[in-house]
């Protein structure tokens, strides 16, 4: 079933739920006019109303949302008011015929299958070459490029005219597109709306090259939604880190969302909403299982009904923030509460964000996307060092820690493995600090290059790194850091007119079932291989024990 029936389906099942929503709410109406008064059947026709409001504009049913409303309302007034007798009287008849004639407002906003596709929402990103193209006139700095590039393993493309980038992007686009804005010979002559035509429908994700720091070309670049834009001359190793940064972006993990709704029907079309916009989600419906579910799934957001029938969501989100672990996971409010007063007191027990329900789709999904992309970065930044984009010490250490207990109880091997730069100091010496951070950035985007998705990295010290391999026994990982340690003294820097080559040394400590070794020894043991290595001559790699 495609997305688009998968959300038809469940409007139908609304519709056919309507008829008896609609009835109970009829017959809890009666209690109005009854001559006890009833508490518990006035609070439910409250509570219905409420959950009509909510969820009848979300199936498509968007007047008879507003009116449950405007009752909800009504209803509260009613209660609430130390009112005059005749008043009440009066007020509770005209209610309860309202709330009879609430069916006529059941016609649908539109005729079924004329639902908007979120096409644009879900196209993002796919069917994209996994390549980064080049367009640069200067045939010699374009060369150099493309070799930096392929030397981090990217595949890529130069191009050394606009017509000729043209052409080949008819046929198919790059995942990243890095373009100098003003082609020498050509740039005079080639309007930039042409770029802005060609760009409007691009799908790659752009980065700009420009010989001049120039604020209308940086706010043209901004508007088509370019995600670097560098100056010439080229500081070539962030270039190549922000491809870098750009394509880790595009294939991030799909954004994990958790609802917490008590209305079936509703968490259900939630799900498949944001499914079509390449998220994923996971309904709970008993919320006392809150703590136990985030611990299972991970949730980047959580969507959380604010009414619910036993435990507000409120006072959830409460207890979810008394668990620091949990402290910075957003927590979105869903509810047809709009009362700006109710809203601000829920904000304030832990919710960082309010959607009042029905929440338009779109409005839906850009929301947890952008909530999403915001709390990864702080993430990235709490842990996560700025140079390298590694773990940062404390982290790599808690990494090694984990994956020691994890190896004992199941009984895997793995390996920790230091790398420090030879003789860095010298690097800073003759060709100033700014290369040598390079030289440390350029560790990083290798070893991220070279090493499995699962391996875990960090930047330990200055220009000390350390690296777990989990699953994998020495000589495994022997290969691959071998591999690591030849491909980088190949790579060749340059620093005004200068080009140099830098070496690393290796130390790598293996853990295996039963050794009786902690987590802190297996770093000991790396270190004291990686002094070995240094003083064997360097650029080498020894393992611990060996
Ligand atoms: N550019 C730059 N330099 C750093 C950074 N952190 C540490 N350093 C420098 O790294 C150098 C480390 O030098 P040493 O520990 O003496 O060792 P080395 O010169 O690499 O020599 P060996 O390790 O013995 O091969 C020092 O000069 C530090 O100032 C950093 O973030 N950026």
Redesign the pocket.
């Known amino acids: 079933m495609s997305f688009n029936e998968q959300l038809l389906a469940l409007q139908r099942q609304y519709s056919a739920k309507l008829p008896d929503i609609l009835s109970d709410i009829r017959g809890l109406a009666d209690a109005l006019v009854a001559d006890k008064h009833d508490t518990q059947k006035l609070e439910s026709l409250a509570e219905q109303l409420h959950k009509l409001a909510g969820s009848a504009g979300t199936f498509g049913l968007s007047a008879l949302s507003t009116q449950a409303a405007l009752l909800d309302r009504r209803l509260e007034t009613l209660l609430a008011a130390d009112a005059d007798p005749d008043w009440y009287r009066n007020e509770s008849r005209l209610l309860q015929t309202e709330l009879y004639n609430l069916q006529h407002f059941a016609a649908p906003d539109q005729l079924p299958g004329a639902r908007p596709a979120l096409s644009g929402e879900l196209a993002k990103g796919e069917g994209l070459a996994a390549e980064v193209w080049l367009l640069e006139d200067d045939e010699f700095l374009g060369s150099s490029l493309l070799a930096h590039l392929e030397a981090f393993n990217f595949t890529a493309r130069l191009f050394t005219s606009y017509a000729q980038l043209t052409e080949a992007y008819a046929l198919e686009q790059p995942e990243v597109l890095v373009m100098d804005v003003l082609l020498g010979a050509e740039g005079r002559s080639v309007d930039r709306l042409q770029y802005s035509g060609l760009l409007k429908k691009a799908q790659s994700r752009l980065i700009f090259i420009s010989a001049r720091d120039d604020f209308n070309a940086r706010l043209q670049a901004a508007s088509l939604g370019a995600e670097g834009f560098f100056i010439k001359p080229l500081d070539v190793p962030k270039l190549v880190t922000r491809v870098e940064q750009v394509l880790t972006r595009l294939h991030a993990p799909a954004e994990r969302v958790l609802i917490v709704d008590d209305d079936e029907l509703l968490a259900r079309y939630y799900q498949e909403l944001l499914r079509g916009a390449g998220m994923e989600s996971d309904i709970l419906h008993e919320p006392e299982r809150i703590i136990e579910v985030l611990e299972q799934k991970y949730p980047d957001i959580v969507l959380m009904d604010l009414q619910m029938p036993d435990i507000s969501g409120q006072n959830l989100a409460a207890v979810v923030r008394q668990y620091e672990q949990w402290m910075g996971l957003p927590i979105v409010y869903l509810s047809a509460e709009n009362d700006p007063r109710q809203q601000l007191k829920a904000l304030n027990q832990g919710g960082d964000d309010f959607l009042t329900k029905p929440v338009d789709d779109a409005h839906l999904i850009t929301a947890v996307k952008s909530r999403v992309v915001r709390s990864r970065q702080l993430l990235e930044l709490m842990t996560k060092d700025s ?1 390298t984009g590694l773990l940062k010490h404390a982290t790599i250490k808690d990494s090694i820690n984990r994956e020691w207990a994890v190896a004992k109880r199941k009984g895997d091997t793995f390996c920790v493995a230091m790398l ?7 690097v ?1 010496d003759r060709f100033g ?1 700014a290369t ?2 390079e030289v ?1 950035a350029s560790v990083a985007t290798l070893l991220r290059q070279r090493l499995r998705a699962t391996d875990i990295l960090g930047r330990y010290g ?2 000390e790194f350390a690296v777990l391999m989990a699953n994998c026994d020495a000589m495994a990982a022997k290969v691959v850091l071998e591999d690591f340690r030849q491909r980088f003294q190949d790579l060749q820097f340059t620093s005004e007119d200068t080009s140099f080559s830098v070496t690393i ?1 290796i130390g790598l400590a293996e853990y295996r079932p039963g050794m009786d070794v902690d987590a802190e020894t297996l770093l000991v043991n790396a270190d004291k291989a990686l002094y070995e290595a ?1 003083k064997a001559g ?1 650029n080498r790699l020894m393992v611990y024990g060996a």
């Open positions: 140079l420090d730069i030879d003789h860095f100091k010298e800073n600090h040598g951070d440390i200055g220009e040394s240094k360097r």
